[in-house]
């Protein structure tokens, strides 16, 4: 696959609409072409303890930062052809659907792949777990800044560029 965008989301709380942050990086022809962070206001507004340890965030962080219309008016434009890549696909799918459904957007049929499942399919047992640390480790990409959604997202694209 050398067309695509990996995308990761971060959280709030337990809420897949409470989308906090999110990370995109867009790969043509087999080369990083654009990259994205933006903050999102979470629905719903709040953050748990457990969030806030993954990732460091909180409510002053997103305080002003824009709704998730807003932020995805942005993205939408730079991702309209591509595939959409993702570690652990479920997560970041089910994070990007409950948003669309939460304002009444409509889907416009993302089509994700996992790098987590490919993953398991490359490596299998090779690999003491299929952690997006790990299997960017394995693929030769230092994930410095894990559960930073740009970070995480430039890790799943050298893992997509490896093995998709």
Not at 113 to 124: D, E, K, L, M
Not at 132 to 149: K, P
């Amino acid at each position: 696959m050398k067309n695509f965008a990996a995308i990761d989301f971060e959280t709030a709380n337990r809420e897949r609409t409470s989308v906090c942050s999110v990370g995109l990086v867009v790969v043509r022809d087999g080369a990083v072409v654009d990259t994205a962070y933006r903050l999102i206001h979470p629905r719903p507004d709040y953050y748990s303890r457990f969030c806030t340890l993954v990732h460091g965030m909180t409510a002053a962080d997103t305080a002003d930062a824009p709704d998730f219309p807003d932020v995805w008016a942005g993205i939408a434009p730079l991702i309209a052809d591509l595939p959409l890549v993702a570690h652990n696909s479920p997560f970041d799918e089910g994070c990007l659907r409950a948003c669309f459904r939460l304002f009444g957007m409509p889907w416009p049929d993302y089509r994700f792949y996992c790098t987590c499942r490919a993953s398991r399919r490359v490596f299998g047992k090779q690999l003491p777990n299929h952690r997006l640390q790990t299997v960017s480790e394995a693929c030769g990409f230092r994930l410095d800044n894990h559960h930073h959604a740009l970070a995480d997202a430039e890790a799943c694209a050298h893992i997509a560029l490896k093995i998709l």
